[in-house]
């Protein structure tokens, strides 16, 4: 089916464990986003991507690793994680350069660190 | 820096009643505003959004949204609410460099039967 998939749907981890999560699109969206959802906070961004092998920098990006070696996947890793980073993770991700074409988003990952 | 408040964390109407959902955002220029709304479970849907031009907008399932530039404000608006509209809505602001949305804390809107 067409969209965009993240997996797993749950996963639960201790503190200092490395994880990753797994976002695929099958549009051939260039722009992809990571985006942490906390209570009180929205969505804040973690890290985007404009294209395979390019990456850079949100709001929120210390103790997150992503890498972009197909257009189609986009992984966030947390390298050591920690409670802080129990989270909802949203994966999204947008045809051209400009905001006039809408974020198309994952279901999200539920992140538990315990 | 752009910022993005939604001063309402719930709001509970009645089936049948209207609705409007309050955003006020700080930004320097004209701001590109959005409203996103999240079913239980779900990621984000767009319903609308602005960018220039006619300052009421139509969205998806009966949405509306005006920008009003002196009052900071795009608030989100529905003339009757239907039981399936609960959920929670986000207000969002493209930032200054046009690459990134900052996003509201969110309202969660409950509607009574």
Known sequence: DAGITQSPRYKITETGRQVTLMCHQTWSHSYMFWYRQDLGHGLRLIYYSAAADITDKGEVPDGYVVSRSKTENFPLTLESATRSQTSVYFCASREGSSYNSPLHFGNGTRLTVT | ?113
Not at chain 2, 66 to 76: A, G, M, T
Not at chain 2, 86 to 91: H, L, P, Q, S, V
Request: charged share 15%.
């Open chain 2, 1 to 113: 820096a752009q910022s993005v408040t939604q001063p309402d964390i719930h709001i509970t109407v009645s089936e049948g009643a209207s609705l409007e959902l309050r955003c006020n955002y700080s930004y320097g220029a004209t701001p590109y505003l959005f409203w996103y709304v999240q079913s239980p479970g779900q990621g984000l849907q767009l319903l609308l959004k602005y960018f220039s031009g006619d300052t009421l907008v139509q969205g998806i399932k009966g949405f509306e949204a005006e920008f009003k530039r002196s009052q900071s404000s795009f608030n989100l608006r529905k003339p009757s609410v239907h039981w399936s509209d609960a959920a929670e809505y986000f207000c969002a602001v493209v930032n200054n460099a046009g690459n990134m949305l900052t996003f509201g804390g969110g309202t969660r809107l409950m509607v009574k039967p």
